[in-house]
């Protein structure tokens, strides 16, 4: 693993280190110039919408597929050339993971155990008794669920220095997922890396250390999970002591922050609402011009948050959003 | 860590198959080479034969069926033996790995301590051994039924029937291997090897109608191994070397290829 000093002196592990990574199939291009790093021991969340770059990402850490240009480095090693013994410290569950042998699960995991080195019996068992899943019969007759079960024993079984899961509560059960959770955690615990992705934040919300949003290949945010809620976004509401709506309209056009807002005049005065990102300043200068009688400044759930900066992929978005990233990443480093 | 995990594991899971295949390749040669002793040794063959059209007997390769080793290779080398054999080597050789990128399996064991070469290298290998185990069980069988047939085929033969058999097989076989290697599609791996199978075959059966076209021979490799017929001739030793190098090229190209692509799922 490698270490990285710190501006502070700290030092710092790096279990996995992404720079400038693209990734092109063709004329299109699924990952544009990602950073990313993973403090070992740390439980990392990549969270995205599906077709967000996710599983390509993960994918190239395990030099399954390869980079267009760029550099990552996963527990000190470079994927590219470190080998297949560099895999041997890793667990991996993909995204989409189809088991259609008909070899019984006892057979698929023997086979994996076998392969990625010392594993008892007795470990193979026990997580298939903590995840509920039957062993002994055919990997192609269970379900998706049970299916992903085995995956994830797979990705566990040999105590992996990292873990890399893809989507790995897809098709489990909400109990099931609990437990996985947990397991997440007592990998943590025991200094396992995890990097996981999902495209629910709840899960990553209670899972993960940091997180990062990926979304049409970019970073748009990155961050500890408190910073990212504390992020740039707010849904404001205020009531304003005025009945002109056309003059709240034209100040907050003027300070650039009408369009999020919706503003429409009741019969108790004019009524501010909607979701605001960036910088919060200029909206409470614009509305204290006016009497203000009431006013609340939420912050958003991870998951509105995120949606947020997500948007629709016009450029004008993607220029919003690299703007919010960089100023997201200001204030939390 | 045990070796050879990737090849183990491919044999384990077709064992079946293969005893499956093996016993059709066993039928087949029960139906056909105890014939000969009942009509072929009197001439009776030959007649029916010769009241075929020439061009006919010359394509199916039926025109060297009055001996018992012409009958032999004719009748089992040269068609039913090698249409079963080239069936299961496009069906092994495309699932090796156009299969199990489709499945998804490669992306899981790839991401465990296997290699890309050592997965190609060792799914060739497993490849290798089965249609071995094919040509040699199918040898003995006729090896067997020599005798009491009345077929009076070299002993020696035999193995470079078998030689010839098994390595048209794995030259399929290989094809498929390279074309899943390069797609990572089943269709493509099993259309491409079962392409080469058919225009061998094709190609030489041409080649007999008229010596304008004798050059077709040169691009077949069933003509490579059996023109010169194995059974009665003994084996094109060349021909039959360069069937095992052109296997053993695509199997080297296989690996590179593999090596250079990313794996789709």
Redesign the interface.
Known sequence: MRSKDQPGGRIVNVAIEISNLHKKYGHHTAIHDLDLRVTAGTVFGLIGPNGAGKTTTL?ML?????PTSGTARVLGQDPRTA???L??R?G?V?G????????TGHRLLS??A????AVTPETIRNLADRLGVDLSRAVRTLSKGNKQKL?LI?AFMHTPELLILDEPTSGLDPLVQRELLRMVREAKQAGQTVLLSSHMLSEIQQAADQVAVLSDGHVVAEGNVASLRLGSIRRVRARLATTDADEVRARFAGAGGSNALGIVSGANGVQVSGTVEGAIDPIVKTLAQFDVCELTVEEPDLEESVLRLYGPPTDATRRSRSAGRYADRGRHE | MNSVPVFRRSIRESWRGLIGWSLGLTALLLLYLPLYASFGTDGQLQAIIDALPKGLTQTIGYDQISTGAGYAQSTFYGMTGFVLTTIVAVIWGSAAIASAEESGRLEMDLAHDISRTQYVLEQALALLVRLLWLGIFSGLVVWVLNEPAGLGIHPAHIIGATAALTGLAFLTSSVALLAGSMTGRRAWASGAAASLAVFSYVFQAVAKQTADLEWLNAISPFAWVYRQSPLLDGVDVGGLALVWALAALCVGASVATLRRRDISG
């Open positions: 994918r395990l030099d399954i597929i390869r080998g297949a013994t895999r041997r890793i991996y993909p989409d993971l189809r088991l259609e042998n008909r070899v086979f994996y076998e392969v990625s080195g995956g797979q």
